[in-house]
């Protein structure tokens, strides 16, 4: 396991509920069969039941091609169009939420209800009050909540967690973090960019790793200021935040349309560090104003259930999707803690709320005055204000 | 009552912008058309509605233009799927009743410009080395005949290096320099015949706001003459980089080097079929383990990865003559309301927006 801080338990319920097997082999159900669960999650799943870990069981999507489309991969699967036909008929250890955010909620919900563990994708909902039924259900489910946050996994993340931890940095903690780039993520509709079924946009999006990521550096997030460019009826493509940690402080800029210099930078009193979230296993450090030094991080996670099995360090994201699959499994089998569970994710939900109630106009530097002035005017907080 | 505008290839650079600027003004006869969902994205901020068409699927396309009164071709893509995009938009534009195809092409079709009085229809050389070029000669040649049909009205734009904001002509350069990497063919007295995108925009506009728009090429350009000396020197002033860093390479020839055989392997139709096959991840690894060989670090930007071609560059830095864009301003009038100072301003704003030059020293 690496060595950094692990996450809270999410329990002492979810360790009374857990498996025990010699050689678990774990039922699984994977439910919205779309981009996700093509793109991230069918190698993971695939390494799993070729290693003999576990099988997919159940693939559930209203679209018939997509299910078909992924059976193809996991010719023991049963599949369905509806989550109530699938849990009414095959029992599973573990389903994975990937639907489309609106759904998350009652997805989970039910899943919870009929007895499962559930991974979910992140965002884990599109508003504290869904996140805090879903975290309620797995309370009284006595099961396990975890939520897709892959960036848990990276080596990086662990190598920059401990030289914080040391110290190489000093003291007062400024970080900047930029992430952005032109929106290709193989969707299937347009309903990623609906309020209404998304929660909102590039925030919701990138911005659920984005935070999640600087609280296991630097503690819980809050935002202090907000601004982004969405009109009324769209969602934010950029967006500006200004964080405050525990530990640290600054700024966070996402884009969904703008090919930002993709980096967190922290600065403190001895020393400064670097970070590119496409370069899972490396960072750069210099104390003091020297020179930059590049560290590749080797730490490792569990590769399988083994009580004492072998570990690997991730190299790929897809790597980190199938470590923590394996890590949520374990959870299951052993009672070990999951990456993040749904308190976790929750208090990431919540900080996204926070953004939008508090949302300005986002002052983008090319449009001209008359431009800015409209920018503003058609900004989605009026019509809120209006209807308030 | 007017019928929309159809505008094809609406994720794209040009047209995110158009459609940016027609939502701040408040138009509604904008209609979107872009390939994938995914191309939504890029402008999911101005909530507006888009439609669906593939261009190189010529059954999508007709749905895609119904009740358009005319259509602006933006899309971009494989160089060579334009020649057969092209006439499917033709085929479609004509099938929806449209009055007016606009087609953005490129100055590129010449190669360089050699003379000072270009004309604006001068034939485009079809021996090319870059298959972009080659590809946008071929579907103007196409246009050029359907012209002559008169079914509709062909506007043929050829603008220069489209820059500003969000531009790859500011992108690339920018980073250049700031890796040490940028040149100037000669003593970059070469002609750099700019195109500003706000004023290309609003000399589409014009252009379908004229009743009977006359079918033909045009030139359209900004209307200074901007030596790529200055073009860099400006860039480099507001990026604080040395203009001594910037090397000088001979004008008379060109040295292949690595890059470019690199850029000549991705042309291929194998390394294409690899592309689309090879995993995501495993391609982000094969980038890494090259960028290791070579000895240098990835570059930590997203940003970077979108340059431009070295001899690409290098071919337009011998540009001799400004392009004339007499014909168009003659036609549809002089929409330029850009110097160069003010777009290399809001470039520069730009470049500090994505995180160009804050803190690449690092």
């Known amino acids: 396991m690496p060595g950094h801080s692990r996450p809270q338990s999410t329990g002492d319920f979810n ?28 190698y993971a799943l695939g390494a799993l039941e070729s290693r003999g870990i576990a099988r997919v069981a159940a693939l559930v999507d209203p679209n018939p091609v997509r299910t078909a489309a992924l059976q193809r991969h996991f010719r023991a699967a049963r599949t369905f169009a509806d989550p109530a036909d699938a849990f009414a008929s095959v029992a599973v250890d573990l389903v994975i939420v990937a639907s489309p955010p609106g759904m998350h909620a009652q997805h989970t919900v039910d899943a919870l209800a009929a007895g499962s563990h559930v991974l979910c994708e992140k965002p884990m909902a599109i508003g504290a009050p869904d996140a805090e039924r879903m975290v309620a259900a797995a309370r009284v489910a006595r099961r396990i909540l975890a939520v897709g946050m892959t960036r848990r996994m990276y080596p990086c993340l662990v190598e920059a967690q401990r030289l914080i931890a040391q110290g190489t940095l000093g003291d007062r903690l400024r970080f900047t973090y930029r992430e952005g780039r032109v929106y290709d993520w193989p969707v299937n509709s347009d309903a990623a960019f609906r309020r209404a079924t998304a929660g909102g946009g590039v925030l919701t999006d990138i911005g659920s790793h984005v935070l999640d990521f600087l609280s296991a550096l630097f503690g819980a997030t809050t935002a202090t200021s907000y601004a982004d460019d969405a009109h009324a009826d769209g969602v934010e493509t950029n967006c500006r935040i200004e964080v405050v940690c525990p530990e640290a402080s600054g700024v966070v800029q996402l884009s969904w349309n703008q090919p930002l210099v993709t980096r967190l930078r922290i600065t403190g009193s001895a020393g400064e560090l670097m970070l590119d979230p496409g370069r899972i296993d490396a960072l750069r450090v210099r104390r003091g104003g020297g020179t930059w030094e590049t560290r590749i991080s080797t730490a490792t996670w569990p590769s399988d259930l083994a009580t004492r099995g072998r570990g690997d360090t991730p190299r790929t994201h897809r790597d980190c999707v199938y470590h923590q699959l394996v890590q949520v499994l374990r959870a299951v089998t052993h009672g070990e803690d999951v990456p993040v569970d749904g308190e976790r994710g929750l208090a990431v939900i919540r900080a996204i709320d ?21 920018a503003d005017a058609r900004h989605w907080t009026r019509r809120r204000c209006a209807a308030a | 009552m007017r019928g929309g505008i159809a505008v094809l290839g609406a994720g794209g650079f040009v047209g995110s912008r158009l459609l940016e600027r027609a939502a701040h003004a408040g138009r509604t006869d904008i209609v979107p058309v872009v390939r994938a969902a995914r191309s939504v994205g890029r402008t999911a901020n101005l909530g507006i509605s888009h439609r669906f068409g593939d261009a190189s699927r010529a059954e999508t396309l007709e749905r895609a233009l119904a009740g358009c009164e005319a259509v602006v071709n933006l899309t971009t893509g494989d160089p060579a799927d334009i020649p057969r995009t092209t006439e499917n938009i033709y085929t479609a534009a004509l099938a929806a009743g449209a009055r007016l195809l606009v087609h953005l092409s490129s100055a590129s079709v010449y190669g360089a410009v050699e003379q000072p009085d270009l004309p604006d229809d001068a034939p485009p050389w079809p021996g090319h080395w870059m298959a972009y070029a080659r590809q946008k000669g071929v579907a103007e040649n196409f246009l050029r005949e359907r012209m002559a049909e008169r079914r509709l009205a062909i506007v043929v734009l050829r603008p220069g290096l489209v820059w500003g904001p969000g531009s790859p002509w500011v992108l690339g350069p920018a980073t250049d320099l700031l890796r040490g990497a940028a040149f100037l063919a000669g003593s970059g007295g070469g002609i750099c015949n700019l195109m500003y995108v706000d004023d290309l925009l609003r000399g589409i506009d014009a252009v379908v706001a004229h009743r009977e728009a006359p079918s033909g090429f045009y030139h359209v350009g900004d209307n200074e003459t901007i030596t790529w000396a200055k073009y860099y020197g400006a860039l480099a002033a507001g990026l604080g980089v040395d203009p001594e860093t910037i090397r000088a390479v001979p004008s008379d020839r060109y040295r292949t080097g690595l890059r470019d055989r690199v850029d000549e392997l991705k042309a291929l139709p194998i390394y294409k079929r690899a592309r689309a096959w090879l995993p995501v991840e495993a391609r982000a690894q094969i980038k890494r383990r090259l960028a290791r060989v070579r000895g240098r670090e990835r570059p930590m930007s997203s940003a970077a990865d979108n340059a431009v071609g070295t001899r690409e560059i290098w071919h337009l830095q011998t540009t001799r003559y400004r392009l004339p864009t007499t014909k168009f301003r003659a036609t549809f009038g002089d929409h330029n309301m850009v110097p160069f100072p003010v777009g290399m301003a809001a470039s520069l704003a730009w470049l500090r927006f994505i995180g160009i030059g804050l803190d690449e020293a690092a």
């Open chain 1, 354 to 374: 926070s953004c939008y109630e508090r949302a300005t106009s986002f002052e983008l530097p090319w449009l001209d005055a008359a431009e800015r002035s409209q």
């Open chain 1, 15 to 42: 360790r009374r509920s857990v498996i025990h097997s010699a050689a678990p082999r774990l039922d699984i159900a994977v439910i919205g069969c779309g981009a996700a669960a093509e793109g991230l999650y069918r």
